[in-house]
């Protein structure tokens, strides 16, 4: 009766735990949710903090280990250090592979290092974990109209202005990719 009775305070014991770590992962979506929504009514000045606080949230990885090589890719790109922050980011993305924002900081990492290939592959990899990236987004669009694909790149914008309405830049880039489009058609 004693070892029924261990492995079923274990059982019950395991499922609290999977229960207390899905609520607080279901209380960060809430969370976003309510940032989105907000971002979506707020006026341009409003919109620049929601954003701030977005960018905290994706920030969290859940991890103190994982939360650091996020900072130390950061950091080395702040530094200038690219391959440096590839390095760190490749083994945040190996680490934590459900961590949009790891795939994230590397995209822009292969990006700023001029890698479009790997930087398109991990933003793909950070939308699928975070189909709202508004960041990941944009970076697609800056990499479809160096690549030439102002069409793509129109798209693309647009759908991260859909997302966040006040992204700096997008409104301008939108503007200037309507016009080099209609004069394609001609």
Known sequence: ?????RLLNSTVAAFVAVFLLAGGVLADETKL???FNRL????AGAAGRIEREIWNEWSKSGSPAMDLLLQRGRDAMSAGNTDEAIDHLTALVDHAPEFAEGW?????AYYSAGLFGPSVADIAETLKRNPRHFGALAGLGAIMEEL??????LQVYRAALAIHPHLQGLTDAISRLEKEVAGTDL
């Open 33 to 35: 949710d309510d940032l």
């Open 104 to 108: 994230n900081a590397r995209a822009t």
């Open 40 to 43: 979506k009514e707020a006026d």
């Open 148 to 153: 030439g694909k102002p069409e793509k790149a």
């Open 1 to 5: 009766m004693k070892p029924l009775l």
